[in-house]
């Protein structure tokens, strides 16, 4: 089937969407998934956004998590799409979403993101992970929403924290107040502290680990 659809065959693309519905084999379900996600059309594009509301997508998260990857920009590039399961009630979908809208975000999808922070609860926590790691673009809007007090001035202050301080300090030397709500979470990044680093937590715990096996 997959030579056919990326030739743009139609029945082959009407085969590919009725493999992913049979309920016959779990593996021809995620093959339909992948092969769609790797040949990039709007052919393809349509057949993953119809799975993605099919009842196997509803029933497993697997599969759902495997649509949104492919819809993501490591794919297709929907951000619109993959941006609506941020706050999937599945951790393995809404990491996928998470990982899926990347790291250099275009405007548009920057400010829906912005726009989910006052929704608080999982929406506002996925959608912080991505603009923590967006481009240094999203600085400026973050401090101008720290300037403020709408809804979604903690979430803000939050995702600052977990950028780089060197990134911000330039735009901290007229906002004090600002500096002083920062400094703690800087405190507990990265860059500052050791317990943070991926070694560090995998050191931390493994050894965790190793103690409780000991005391069991």
């Known amino acids: 089937i997959g030579a056919l659809v990326r030739l743009g065959d139609a029945g082959a693309i009407q085969d590919l969407f009725a493999a992913f519905e049979s ?3 779990s593996d021809l379900q995620m093959e339909a998934v992948l092969i ?25 998260e697997e599969l ?38 990347g790291s250099d975000l275009p405007d548009g999808t920057r400010e829906r993101l912005i726009a989910l922070l006052p929704a608080g609860g999982r929406v506002a926590a996925g959608a912080s992970w991505v603009l923590s790691h967006d481009s240094p673009r ?17 979430w803000a202050v939050a995702i600052l924290g977990q950028r780089p301080r060197e990134e911000l300090l330039p735009y901290l030397e007229a906002r004090p107040e600002l500096r002083q709500q920062l400094d703690p979470l800087w405190k507990m990044s990265e860059t500052l502290n ?8 995998e050191h931390i715990d493994s050894i965790r680990k190793q103690t409780v096996r000991q005391s069991v």
Do not use: K
């Not at 956004?49 to 997508?57: G, S």
């Not at 609506?84 to 809208?101: E, P, Q, R």
């Not at 999203?138 to 903690?154: N, Q, Y």
């Open 36 to 60: 769609a996600g790797e040949i990039l059309g709007s052919s393809t594009e349509e057949v993953l956004q119809r799975m993605l509301v099919a009842q196997p997508c509803l029933e497993r």
């Open 138 to 154: 999203v600085v400026e809007r973050l401090i101008a929403i720290a300037d403020g007090d709408g809804a979604g001035r903690a």
């Open 194 to 201: 050791w317990t943070r680093t991926p070694d560090g937590m």
């Open 23 to 25: 309920p016959v084999s």
């Open 64 to 101: 759902r998590a495997a649509v949104i990857w492919s819809l993501g920009v490591y794919g297709h590039g929907d951000h619109d799409t993959v941006s609506g399961y941020l706050g999937d009630a599945s951790d393995l979908v809404a990491a996928h979403a998470v990982i899926g809208l």
